[in-house]
């Protein structure tokens, strides 16, 4: 494992950069899709809220713009203009990037109403891992039902809803279409907004919906299945990388060694080693001497 180490400077940001300046600097995988949430956003926005597609045609266009390109956080702003009040809000959110269809219905104070998942864990084991082609056709078949579930568990409609929060990457492409085209589908119908979010941005901020205390800045280690962050969050848009892997991410450790070893996989690698661990004891564990040395590239260290 090797964490690779990002100061300022090594990525060509100068001393004194503006932190939305840093941050698409030092986070290019993070800050894309928040540009490409607009692509998503206010297809059809309530009263009194109206966008024109020329407009909207027109926020894209200065947004690829370098000289007059707004921050993410900027359009982030400007594209929720058109949602109501965080005491009124009532959100759908989608999940489909990767191998779980999962949706929920969530209040703008953060309570959460209902949750509803799909596993593909019988699918995981078959083909050793996530295929995407068979995940994208297990979200199709799921999608419908696992939404309706979220809203009839919340004891809500499509017709109560604010919004639609839909997960936009990064994740499987296959996938990340599914929950997208059922997004689509709803707004449409129901004249809602649409709001595309960031895998990776939901979940370093999901801490500040369990821990209503939680306030910027704050620093977040994201170790989800392919990634691996270090990151400081500076505010919503604003993030500075601060380190991640040269090499396989700790989830896809865990699941291929659980793989190796025959273990059940159906809940995940992490889940099987732990399991095979507390089987073990004191007595008979060997511990292992892992040596800290730096590898080739001079900014990062292994072991």
Known sequence: MHLIVLPAEAAGSPAGTPPGKMASTLLPTLLPPVSRAAAFLLRTP????????????????????????????????????????????LMLGIETSCDDTAAAVVRGDGEILSQAIASQSDLLVKWGGVAPKMAEEAHALAIDQVVQKALDDANVSESDLSAVAVTIGPGLSLCLRVGVHKARKIAKVFGLPIVGVHHMEAHALVSRLVNKDLDYPFLALLISGGHNLLVLAQNLGEYVQLGTTIDDAIGEAYDKSARWLGLDIQKGGGPALEELALEGSDATTQRLQFLLCWSEDSSSIGY
């Open 46 to 89: 309530p009263k009194p809220f109206r966008y024109h597609h020329s407009l909207f045609r027109s926020l894209l266009a200065s947004a690829s713009s370098p000289s007059t390109s707004p921050t993410p956080r900027a359009l982030v702003t400007m594209a929720c203009a058109a949602i109501p009040t965080r005491r009124d809000l």
